[in-house]
């Protein structure tokens, strides 16, 4: 079974940091690109960041670029998301998802069931 | 970065009947190699987004036949031919042709 299980999220306080991980299973890992999308509470989607098959390739969302980086394991089938100067606009949800494509295209097949950052003090 | 709007941002539908949904993206999708990158979520309450139409008109895996994408472009439209209790929930449209990566603003629908 495909499955995408993030962790890592929690309570941190504004300025401070947090990595969250990405552990992928049921797949050939080092294939395709992964990504981060983003719910704040009660609002929509925010593409955060992606990476290619390879790490050739990385992107970021302009709110999150300079502070956050997106880095995988291929050998271990992890990806993760170092967040750095936490604010209060990054508490949201935090999904882990899986592009159909060895490059970022869109096609998001799979997606974890997310993990809650809560910036505040 | 690429804008993309929806319309309408919410919907209140009878069941069995049809609902449409559009999207328009302020730059083409269509990338030189014939593809365009417009696909639709939905996000059902409590649950992950899950993927409903790649590259505009292809149904996912598992996704009922009710569903159609169409459009070229920058004017998409997701239709649903009869709407049922399990379709509620917020869809999104998002563009994949260039990073950042974006999506609309969602449309909720729900059941009358």
């Known amino acids: 079974e495909v499955q995408l299980v993030e962790s890592g999220g929690g309570l941190v306080q504004p300025g401070r940091s947090l990595r969250l991980s990405c552990a992928a299973s049921g797949f050939t890992f080092d294939d395709y690109a992964m990504h981060w999308v983003r719910q704040a509470p009660g609002k929509g989607l925010e593409w955060v960041s992606g990476?290619?098959?390879?790490?050739?390739?990385?992107g970021y969302a302009d709110s999150v670029k300079g502070r956050f980086t997106i880095s995988r394991d291929n050998t271990k089938n992890f990806l993760y998301l170092q967040m750095n100067s936490l604010r209060a606009e990054d508490t949201a949800l935090y999904f882990c998802?899986?592009?159909?494509?060895?490059?970022?295209?869109?096609?998001?097949?799979?997606w974890g069931q997310g993990t809650l950052v809560t910036v505040s003090s | 970065d690429i804008v993309m709007t929806q319309t309408p941002l919410s919907l209140s539908v009878t069941p069995g009947q049809p609902a449409s949904i559009s999207c328009k993206s302020s730059q083409s999708l269509l990338h030189s190699n014939g593809k365009t990158y417009l696909y639709w979520y939905l996000q059902k309450p409590g649950q992950s987004p899950q993927l409903l139409i790649y590259e505009v008109s292809g149904r996912f895996s598992g996704v009922p036949d009710r569903f159609s994408g169409s459009g070229s472009g920058t004017d998409f439209t997701l239709k649903i031919s009869r709407v049922e209790a399990e379709d509620v929930g917020v869809y999104y449209c998002?563009?994949?042709?260039?990073?950042?990566?974006?999506f609309g603003q969602g449309t909720k629908v729900e059941i009358k």
């Open positions: 998002m563009q994949g042709l260039h990073l950042p990566t974006t």
């Open positions: 998802t899986k592009d159909d494509y060895y490059d970022s295209s869109g096609y998001y097949s799979v």
């Open positions: 990476i290619s098959w390879n790490s050739g390739r990385i």
